[in-house]
């Protein structure tokens, strides 16, 4: 595709509930990352993959979090028993790795906006 | 740990006009990247510049500008001639040399008046 496409785009859900939220990279980007963007903050670090691989899940807040990325395409975020402090918008973002780092350009999705009710 | 703080929360310029958000960090390390991230109200964020530590020259990309001053550790984005289309939430990011985990400021709200 021309950019990296985040679905939905919003999602309402109840307390408790569980949650996927898909991110589709820019076709051949080897390096995926998730953030959250909580209101009045800026994007806090959650995932990086690279390929297939969680290089980095360092930010994850707790076991309720999980991401994955089967194929090396896209990949989902996954959250189990929400909790109203999940409410936020959840961003993904891809990069090339040509310069053989993390340092290329990551391009972002639109995010989905998550409210846990 | 490293952190990136952003000290002004809004910010307004006229048209025309040069504006400079300010950035200052904090880390204990010697090779990073800094980098500034416009958020439209779109929504979608685009990297507007980025600036390696072990360069002396600040980066330069059409109206944007960067004054680095690595020994304050700081990191202050100029925009000269600026555009209604600058409108946006202003983010400076800091990352580590060598890692993935990138870490935001709290963001500038830029509105560009006409």
């Given at each position: 595709?021309a950019?990296v496409?985040?679905?939905?785009?919003?999602?309402?859900?109840?307390?408790g509930k569980?949650?996927?939220?898909?991110?589709?990279p820019i076709s051949?980007?080897?390096?995926l990352?998730w953030y959250?963007?909580?209101l009045g903050?800026?994007?806090?670090?959650?995932?990086?993959f690279?390929?297939?691989?969680?290089?980095?899940d360092?930010?994850?807040?707790n076991?309720?979090?999980?991401?994955v990325r089967?194929e090396g395409?896209?990949?989902t975020?996954k959250?189990?028993?929400?909790?109203?402090?999940?409410?936020?918008?959840?961003?993904?973002?891809?990069?090339?790795?040509?310069?053989?780092d993390s340092?290329?350009?990551q391009y972002f999705g639109?995010g989905t906006?998550?409210?846990?009710l | 740990?490293?952190?990136?703080?952003?000290?002004?929360?809004?910010?307004?310029v006229?048209?025309?006009?040069?504006?400079?958000?300010?950035c200052?960090?904090?880390?204990?390390?010697?090779n990073?990247?800094?980098f500034w991230y416009k958020?439209?109200?779109?929504?979608?964020?685009?990297?507007?510049?980025?600036q390696?530590?072990y360069k002396?020259?600040n980066?330069t990309?059409?109206r944007?500008?960067?004054?680095?001053?690595?020994?304050a550790k700081?990191?202050?984005?100029?925009?000269?001639?600026s555009?209604?289309?600058?409108?946006a939430m202003?983010?400076c990011a800091?990352?580590?040399?060598?890692?993935?985990?990138?870490?935001f400021g709290?963001?500038t709200?830029?509105?560009v008046?006409?």
């Amino acid at each position: 595709g021309a950019g990296v496409s985040q679905t939905p785009s919003n999602k309402v859900t109840e307390k408790g509930k569980y949650v996927e939220l898909r991110c589709d990279p820019i076709s051949g980007h080897t390096a995926l990352y998730w953030y959250r963007q909580s209101l009045g903050q800026g994007p806090e670090f959650l995932i990086y993959f690279q390929g297939t691989g969680a290089a980095d899940d360092s930010g994850l807040p707790n076991d309720r979090f999980f991401a994955v990325r089967p194929e090396g395409s896209v990949s989902t975020l996954k959250i189990q028993r929400t909790e109203r402090g999940d409410s936020a918008v959840y961003l993904c973002a891809s990069s090339s790795l040509t310069s053989g780092d993390s340092t290329d350009t990551q391009y972002f999705g639109p995010g989905t906006r998550l409210t846990v009710l | 740990a490293q952190t990136v703080t952003q000290s002004q929360p809004e910010m307004s310029v006229q048209e025309a006009e040069t504006v400079t958000l300010s950035c200052t960090y904090d880390t204990s390390e010697n090779n990073y990247y800094l980098f500034w991230y416009k958020q439209p109200p779109s929504r979608q964020m685009i990297l507007v510049i980025r600036q390696e530590a072990y360069k002396q020259q600040n980066a330069t990309e059409n109206r944007f500008s960067v004054n680095f001053q690595k020994a304050a550790k700081s990191f202050s984005l100029k925009i000269s001639d600026s555009q209604l289309g600058d409108t946006a939430m202003y983010f400076c990011a800091f990352l580590l040399s060598g890692t993935y985990k990138y870490i935001f400021g709290t963001g500038t709200r830029l509105k560009v008046l006409a």
